[in-house]
Each structure stands twice: as C-alpha cells, then as structure tokens.
C-alpha cells in the first residue's frame, strides 16, 4: 500500500516537472496576471542575502577578532557554533512565532533582531559578549526559512514551488559569495568592529520596508489582480477544514526515509560549513594567503554553491519527468553530487596554488551544491501534511552538523599539527552522506 501511495507521488511530481518547459513562464491564459508574487520572492532572496553576509562575515574576519581579543583557535570555535546551536533550538519556535503573528510581523523582527546582534558583535569586548551576539543571531535567523517557505506556499502555484524554492536556496550562496569578497574588501579599510556595525544596517532597512509592503496573503494585497490571484491558486489542493491531529513525533522519528533524510544532512551541512566558518583560515594557515585575497577566494565556492542550488533543482526535475521514479532523480543525483565532491576534494589536496586550489574546490562545491534542492523537494514528495515537521527533523539535524564541525576544526588541527586532516576529514563526510541517502528507498518508503 506504501509502495502504492508513493508510486502516485512519484507520477504526480513528474506531471508538475513536466507542466512547463521553464518554470518562470507563465501560459498565455494569464499573460495579464500582475507579477507581485516574484516581487515577494525578491524580497525573499534579498533578506536571505543579508542573513548570509550576516552570519559569514565573521569567517573572514575570524584571525583579526582573535588577535585583537585575544582568543586561542578553540573559543572562535565555540563562538562559530554558537550561531548554529541556536539556529538548531530554535527552528521550531520559530516556526511557531510564524504561525501566530503571521510572516509580515514575523520576518521583520527575525530580521531587525538578528542585524542588532550583529552590531552588538562590533561592540563585544570578549568571548562572553561574542558568544552571546552570535547565538542570538542564530535564534533569529531560524525563522527565515520556516516563514519564508511559508510565503512561498502561499504566493506560488503548485507547478512552481520547487523551482522558486531552489531560487530561494541559491541566494545563500549569493550571500555567502558576496559577503565573503565584501568583507575581505571593507576590512582594507575599517576595523573589524565598524564591519559588524555596517552589517547591521541593510536588514533593519529591509525589515522596515517590507512590514510595510508585504501582505500574508495573495488577496490582502492591493496590486495583485484576478488573473494573478487565479495563477496562484492552479492545482492547489481544496483546504481541508478538519482540525488535525496531533503530530506523530515518535514514528516521524524512526522512519526509515525521514532518519536518512536528516542524516545526510547533518554531514552535508557539516561539510557545507566548512566554507563559511574555517576556510578563510585555512587560506590563511596553508596557502599564505592574506585577509583580502582570502576574502575574495572564499567567495568563489558560494558562487559555484548557488549555480549548484539552480543546477541541482533543473536536473533532479528532469531526471523525474524522464523516470518517474523518485530514487533516480532525488538520491541517485544527490549520491552521484556526493561521490563529484569528494573526488574534486582530493583533487585540489596536493596543489600548492591557492587559487588553483580554490577553483578545484569550487568545482566540489557545485557538485555538493546539486544534492540541497533534491533534498528539500524530497521532504514535499513524502511528507505530505508532515512536511513541515520532516523538514524541521531534516534542518536540525543539519544544524547540528554545522555546530561540531567548526569545533572539531582546531582540535584535529591541534592533534596532527596540520590542515591535512581537516581537509580528509572534509572528503570523507561528502562520502559518508552520499552513503546516507541510500539508506531508504524514496519509491517504497513512505512518511
């Protein structure tokens, strides 16, 4: 009967992916629709930028905080993990705030709250202070993708939320990319203290424009038209109006898909970090890198990331339509991305030059890229009314990953006396986690 349920699942993601040659198009039936619903995803993609800047800037700048406070390699550790122990607490409350304030409350107090914490970093005096700035930038950026996936639900048809979805992820790149070439740059010419503080300053901005302009809903707003209002309601489901039920925690906890689905995404994750939390270092450290260049480098893997977000969400929908089948086109492409990082890793471990280096790792990055996209439309093809919760399991789990790597950094470091082990230690999580996908049958095993 599972089998049954997932082989329609399976069939009616295909009929989606195959609905458009290109998902941003829109038929000629609504050639007249108003487009607000793409400016809300520009608002979207622009506050996922800043968050990103936000919480990578401190990678960059991590060897001149340290010096200057007087930090041994291990309290930056805590201090990059901090961010994300609270970015994993605090997923569901804030998914919860969401819920009861509504996005046009809630976004803008995510973000206005995580833009003081990064100015308070500017005036923190020790690792007390520090830890305590970066763990509530954490909290407050929890919510951004709860509520943002939320809008997008709302604001979007059926036929185009994966593809929006992958839009959305490829600004973390955009903001890990621009955000690491821009503070290389700015600290040329201020102190790490005023770069936190101008850091600050775009999401206050965006939080007061878009409480005013933005609406909950596709009706609440004044500028989109019936023609729009009809586009976004194709293929939507009828609501069902029976209260539901309590949320099966337990059995979401010990599926089989639901336990492969959040273990590999605590080794994606924890492998992903690498990039915004010790890489500028490792430049540093290894290659004789200095702040500026190092800050240029680190941009290119976020850019490669976000090309793979796009990448990897065209391909696992085409290999759907081709197939049908859900194994092939969401694990098989998130495997085969796995296996391509992993060897592009070893590639770039014997080369001297950092930038030759740094490209060869970009490549790995574009390939480990390809597997976010299969993921999250995963948590959609199987969890039905449980999306929400498999997607939560699913991202803390990945949080959680984010939080050990950056502290097992120094302590491998401490313990070989080199970067060596580091960067295996890199390559074999992208193995493990590929492994980790083929522990479940997407075909078979439902949620």
């Known amino acids: ?33 108003s487009r607000v619903r793409h400016t809300v995803l520009v608002w979207l993609c622009i506050a996922t930028t800043i968050a990103y800047i936000d919480r990578g800037c401190l990678s960059v700048a991590e060897k001149l905080i340290r010096a200057d406070l007087g930090l041994t390699e291990s309290q930056m550790g805590l201090v990059m993990s901090a961010f994300f122990l609270a970015y994993a607490l605090f997923q569901m409350p804030a998914a919860w705030l969401d819920h009861v304030w509504g996005s046009r409350r809630a976004l803008p107090f995510f973000s206005a709250s995580w833009s003081v914490a990064t100015g308070i970093c500017g005036a923190t005096n020790g690792v007390a202070l520090l830890l305590l700035a970066r763990f509530s930038m954490g909290a407050a950026e929890a919510g951004i993708f709860p509520a943002s ?23 973390m790149g955009v903001g890990g990319a621009v955000g690491a070439a821009l503070t290389g740059t700015i600290l040329v010419y201020v102190s790490w203290r005023w770069m936190f503080m101008l850091y600050a300053v775009p999401g ?8 005013f302009w933005f609406r909950n809903t596709p009706r609440q707003h004044a ?67 200095g702040v500026w260049e190092a800050g240029l480098l680190t941009s290119l893997p976020h850019w490669t990331t976000m090309l793979g977000c796009l990448a990897g969400g065209w391909l696992s ?29 070893g590639l770039a471990y014997p080369i001297s030059d950092a930038r030759l280096a740094v490209f060869i790792l970009s490549i790995g990055a574009f390939c480990a890229a390809l597997a976010g996209p299969c993921a ?72």
């Open 204 to 211: 206050l901005i965006w939080a007061l424009g878009f409480a």
């Open 149 to 171: 996936t939320g809008v997008l639900s709302r604001w979007y048809p059926v036929s185009r939320r994966a593809w929006v979805s992958g839009v959305l992820t490829s600004f």
């Open 317 to 345: 929908d085409r290999v759907l339509a081709t197939t049908g089948k859900l194994r092939l086109a969401r694990q098989g492409v998130a495997v085969a991305s796995m296996l391509a990082a992993t060897v592009s890793i």
């Open 223 to 289: 500028s989109v038209n019936a023609a729009e209002l009809a586009l976004i309601s194709e293929g939507a489901k009828p609501v069902d109006h029976q209260a539901p039920g309590p949320i099966a925690w337990r059995a979401l906890a010990t599926n089989r898909a639901v336990l492969g689905l959040a273990l590999q995404q605590f080794f994606r994750a924890a492998a992903a970090i690498f990039y915004l939390s010790w890489f500028p270092t490792y430049l540093h450290e290894t290659r004789g890198v």
């Open 1 to 33: 009967m599972k089998q049954d349920v997932n082989i329609n699942l399976a069939m009616d993601a295909a009929s989606l992916a195959t609905d458009e040659s290109f998902p941003l198009l829109d038929r000629p039936a609504y050639a007249g629709a």
């Open 376 to 447: 999250y439309a995963l948590t959609m093809d199987l969890g039905g009314r449980n999306t929400p919760q498999v997607f939560g399991i699913m991202n803390t789990a990945g949080a959680v990953g984010s939080i050990l790597f950056p502290i097992l950094v120094p302590k491998l470091v401490a313990l070989t006396g080199s970067w060596d082990a580091v960067l295996a230690f890199f390559a074999a999580i992208h193995i493990v986690a590929g492994a980790c996908w083929l522990l479940f049958d997407a075909d078979r095993d439902a949620i």
